[in-house]
């Protein structure tokens, strides 16, 4: 399928910049956590505030509209994933909160507005029975490339530093992201983009959908991760080992819920993560085992992939003018929380690391009840 797709110039020019993303985005998770506590010795509190502050270009993604007046959404997107190879590979250079606090935000600007234009041009490029296709199979190449990342950290260890191995993966993006310089990309149907913040009531439950997806999100990013590895002491290659797995059973999965989209809509789809999301977030929280807590994380993964659903039903409502300003606002509106979540959560979990996963299995059943509200023509 993947093959097929690569005859597509469009498809083959976001191909190229999703492994150049995947590189630089899954090398930093996977490091990150390792070096900021044995490198620069945070702590829970600590853990919060870096992702807060990691989530501050998200927040700020819906001005990404105003870059369109100097660039074409086709080479910013180019510009935005060099930038985030610089702050990745400037990361091992700066052991300290405060280097981690300025190479943070300076990868996160990249990959926040990356991916919110990634979004934009999908949506504009292809139509609506591809879209989810689409999306599934760049996250399969996501996948693949992640696996690939995971397998060279591990052994890469052995012979470099942090700071070579954050060196190493900043370069590869810069280097991959340049290619598509010399690519053309098609040119999207006339549509022209709104250049400005644009807000319509009638896009209500998808910006709903947005804010809890993104609420949900934090709590799978900055706590799961830290609570394999500060609770279970899980190693650098504990977590790169779990990385590899997870990324091949998304290899896999993500075609199929792509083509379970298509064949029974988004608010099944939707249901379906959000139920299960309730039973993963109760069982963090209760289940007192590194193996159960490695098994749920996994999961808890793989259901990211139910996510395109959101995407694809607000391209069935939406019209085409409005698409690239409203990824912006619909990626904004999924970081308000970030931006107070992660440091909040840091606070309660000084007290109890159960609190936020808790508070998760509450933010599933409100998810849920929203779900029940969307409407198709495939539903």
């Known amino acids: 399928m993947i093959r097929d797709l690569l005859k597509n110039k469009a498809y083959s020019y976001l191909f190229i910049l999703t492994i150049a993303c995947a590189i630089g985005f899954q090398g930093w998770r996977t490091l990150i956590n390792n070096f900021a506590v044995d490198s620069v010795g945070i702590n829970g509190l600590w853990i919060g505030i870096l992702q807060s502050v990691r989530e501050i270009p998200g927040f700020l993604a819906v001005l990404v509209v105003y870059f369109l007046f100097l660039f074409k959404e086709q080479r910013l997107i180019t510009h935005f994933v060099i930038i985030l190879g610089v702050g990745v590979g400037l990361?091992?250079?700066?052991?300290?909160?405060?280097?981690l606090i300025i190479t943070i935000l300076i990868m996160s600007l990249g990959f926040h507005y990356y991916e919110t234009l990634r979004q934009s041009l999908v949506l504009q490029s292809f139509e609506k029975d591809e879209t989810s296709i689409v999306f599934g199979t760049l996250n399969?190449?996501?996948?693949?490339?992640?696996?690939l990342i995971g397998v060279l950290i591990y052994f890469i260890t052995m012979f470099l530093s942090m700071k070579g191995m954050f060196a190493l993966l900043g370069i590869s993006v810069i280097i991959i992201a340049s290619i598509t310089y010399f690519k053309k990309y098609p040119v999207i149907p006339d549509y022209p983009q709104h250049k400005k913040m644009i807000l319509r009531k009638k896009y209500w439950l998808f910006y709903v959908l947005n804010f809890l997806s993104g609420a949900r999100r934090q709590i799978f990013v900055v706590f799961s991760v830290f609570l394999l590895v500060q609770h279970y002491k899980f190693s650098i290659k504990a977590i790169t080992i779990l990385f590899?797995?997870?990324n091949l059973l998304n290899y896999f999965v993500a075609p199929i819920v792509a083509k379970c989209i298509?064949?029974?809509?988004?608010?099944k789809i939707l249901y379906t993560?959000?139920?299960?999301?309730?039973v993963i977030f109760i069982a963090y929280a209760f289940i007192d085992?590194?193996?159960v807590a490695a098994f749920l994380y996994i999961l808890d993964n793989v259901l990211f992939n139910f996510t395109i659903a959101i995407?694809?039903?607000?391209?069935?409502?939406?019209?085409?003018?409005d698409i690239a300003s409203s990824m912006a606002?619909?990626?904004?509106?999924?970081?308000i929380t970030a931006v107070f979540f992660p440091l909040l959560g840091g606070i309660f979990w000084m007290y109890s690391y159960k609190i936020p996963f808790i508070a998760g299995a509450v933010l599933a059943l409100i998810s849920l009840l929203f779900a029940s509200k969307v409407r198709t023509d495939t539903v």
């Open 289 to 291: 085992s590194p193996w």
């Open 273 to 278: 993560e959000y139920a299960s999301l309730f």
């Open 329 to 335: 606002v619909g990626f904004t509106i999924n970081h």
């Open 91 to 99: 990361t091992g250079f700066m052991p300290s909160h405060a280097g």
């Open 311 to 321: 995407k694809t039903y607000f391209q069935k409502i939406a019209a085409k003018r």
């Open 244 to 246: 590899v797995v997870n």
């Open 262 to 267: 298509n064949r029974f809509g988004e608010r």
């Open 140 to 147: 399969s190449v996501t996948a693949l490339t992640n696996i």
